[in-house]
């Protein structure tokens, strides 16, 4: 009878803990299962969908399955030339940010001045305020009426006011306004994690601040500026808003093309084709991105 009692007794603690270990089996399943939701309801289902209308000779009432349309998108001069310009617009935008970004980024996660602060609070300050309204704002300083135009005309340098807007570099300086919070905080996060000793080390062994900088600092922060890229590079190739703002009409974007052919045009095939090609471009432009840093990190 005691044996009986004692064997039943060892089942009882072995069970539990079989069930202890089912329970964390399926843990991190439960854990990702509102993630795996959100991203296949707003980001897989719709990329499929889209592929799907790019695919179809006509829509909605579709007879085939062509890739016609993705011969017109690719093919095509005008299409070539505005996704040309979309690339470039989201490089130089990506280039600028981190040249401009990066020595506030330094100064906020290096500095022990008392005005850190309010520079941290100015850098934040325009996420605060919506991109309409920004851009509002750039109207008013740039616009043949805009501050600008005024203080040049009041000092006499021009008769006729400058043509500021409606160009490329309009939107650029624009965006970078827009994205610069971005690139200064993931750089700053990872400026902040380095330990001051690496630089003290290098400078104990003879490298001058220059060296130090570039042989230690800037190597180190790169993943910072790698995460800050990826952000302002991805915002900057689907932008909609500010070139239309900015470059009223004369800038077109992907963004705005794929709009003009599904919404005006109402050619959903092309606008579709026209926006998985700005889905696979940027991927691949990450891709290589991605090779690049992880082959600079390796060094």
């Known amino acids: 009878m005691s044996t009986a009692v004692s064997g039943s007794t060892d089942a009882v603690p072995m069970a539990s803990q079989r069930r202890v270990r089912d329970v964390s ?32 000779d006509k829509f909605p009432d579709a007879t085939r399955v062509t890739l016609e349309h993705y011969g ?17 617009l989201a490089t130089v935008v990506t280039v600028i940010a981190a040249l401009v970004g990066y020595p506030v980024a330094w100064y906020l996660a290096r500095s022990n001045s008392r005005w850190k602060h309010l520079v941290f609070l100015g850098v934040i300050a325009p996420l605060m305020v919506s991109i309409i309204v920004r851009m509002i704002g750039w109207t008013i300083i740039l616009g043949n009426e805009g501050l600008i135009n005024a203080v040049l005309r009041a ?45 003290e080390a290098a400078n104990i062994l003879g490298a001058n601040p220059v060296r130090t900088f570039l042989s230690v600092t800037l190597p180190l922060s790169v993943q910072g500026i790698a995460s800050g890229s990826v952000i302002v590079f991805c915002i900057s190739v689907g932008v909609f808003v500010t070139p239309i703002m900015l470059g009223r009409g004369q800038v077109a974007v992907l963004a705005i093309t794929i709009q003009e052919q599904m919404v005006v045009l109402v050619d959903w095939p092309t606008g579709a084709a026209a926006a998985m090609v700005l889905t696979a471009g940027t991927l691949v432009v990450l891709g290589l991105y991605g090779m690049f840093i992880r082959r600079h990190a390796r060094r």
């Open 72 to 88: 017109t998108v690719l093919s095509d001069p005008y299409f070539l030339r505005i996704i040309g310009r979309t690339f470039a």
């Open 25 to 56: 089996r399926l843990m991190p399943l439960a854990l990702l299962a509102p993630g795996i939701v959100v991203i296949g309801l707003g980001l897989v289902w719709p990329i499929a969908a889209m592929l799907a209308v790019s695919l179809q």
């Open 155 to 199: 000092l006499g340098a021009i008769d006729e006011p400058l043509r500021l807007m409606q160009g490329f570099w309009s939107v650029v300086l624009g965006l970078v306004h827009i994205l610069l919070p971005f690139m200064i905080l993931s750089i700053a996060a990872v400026l902040g994690k380095i330990d001051r000793s690496y630089a």
